[in-house]
């Protein structure tokens, strides 16, 4: 049996915050404002996972509104989504991400962001792509005020 999830996360930039896409951290003038690390690339993939298997999303698990989370570094509701699949018997088979950001330019760094995303889910290489795409100028995205990630996933029941 198969299921296709669907997550999406949009986060704004600002001063003072470490950029941090995919579970790399990237240097940039400005980072992702959250209640967590904000990386919005592991924020859409772990909403993908879950909402494939049917059991919610991110905030369900992982509320803004408890402390415990602030300035937590994404991998762990990445992990934690993973665990809930696998104790009902799912796995993910492939990962599909196209990150949204007029600035910085990602297309040096997508190689990077693909390795640590294959290994943060247990997948090889060539089961999880990454794009990368601008604002072409428009909207929030396009002025550099914010990066978003959309993310989509494939999992079977083993």
């Not at 600035?103 to 999880?128: N, S, T």
């Amino acid at each position: 049996m198969f299921r296709i999830g669907s997550g999406h996360d949009t986060h704004r930039l600002q001063d003072g915050r470490p950029l941090i896409l995919g579970g790399v951290t990237i240097d940039h003038a400005k980072g992702l404002y959250g209640h967590s690390d904000a990386d919005v690339v592991l924020h859409a993939i772990t909403d993908a996972l879950l909402g494939a298997a049917g059991i919610g999303d991110i905030g369900d698990m992982y509320p803004d509104t408890d402390e415990f989370y602030k300035g937590a570094d994404s991998a762990i509701f990445l992990n934690g989504a993973l665990e809930r699949l696998r104790s009902g018997g799912w796995s993910p088979v492939n990962f599909d991400i196209t990150i949204f950001a007029q600035e910085p330019k990602l297309g040096p760094l997508k190689a990077q962001i693909r390795e640590r995303i294959a290994a943060l889910v247990g997948l090889p290489i060539d089961a999880v792509n990454v794009k990368a795409k601008t604002g072409e100028k428009v909207g929030h995205i396009g002025r550099s005020e914010a990066i978003g990630c959309h993310a989509v996933v494939l999992i079977e029941k083993r």
